[in-house]
């Protein structure tokens, strides 16, 4: 397991360190990933991956901190409008791919000092 350290003041890190950590997840449990870090004129999309006819698309939300809340906490409607937007734009420039179901996900990772990082996987507007 990869193992997180809280760095203070570095929002970039803690955030990169979140996105590995879940990748690193996903492929154990058999997740292709397709993408990190894609990049449209929209935004981002965190990870793109692949598990049967399963097509992914994630949003890594990493917190070191209760004070700011829970990283789903985070992902309103504007953000989930975002998502399907940017999914859109991927599958129009990878349309080669074929799956049977399409789905936006968050991956909370909340990480502590000491503690290993407790992971939490959801679905968001489907």
Known sequence: MLKIKTYSGS????GRAGENLA???LEKYGWKILERNWRSNKGEIDIV????GVL???????????YCGAGAEHIGKQ???RMRSLSSSWLAEFSKFEYSFI???????????Y????????EVGA
């Open 11 to 14: 929002n970039w890190k803690v």
């Open 23 to 25: 990748v690193e997840i």
């Open 49 to 52: 991956a692949s598990h049967g």
């Open 56 to 66: 992914a698309f994630y949003e890594v939300k990493t917190r070191t901190s209760k």
């Open 79 to 81: 953000k989930i409008k």
């Open 103 to 113: 789905s936006l996900r968050v991956i909370e990772i909340a990480v502590t000092d």
């Open 115 to 122: 503690q290993l990082p407790k992971v939490r996987f959801m």
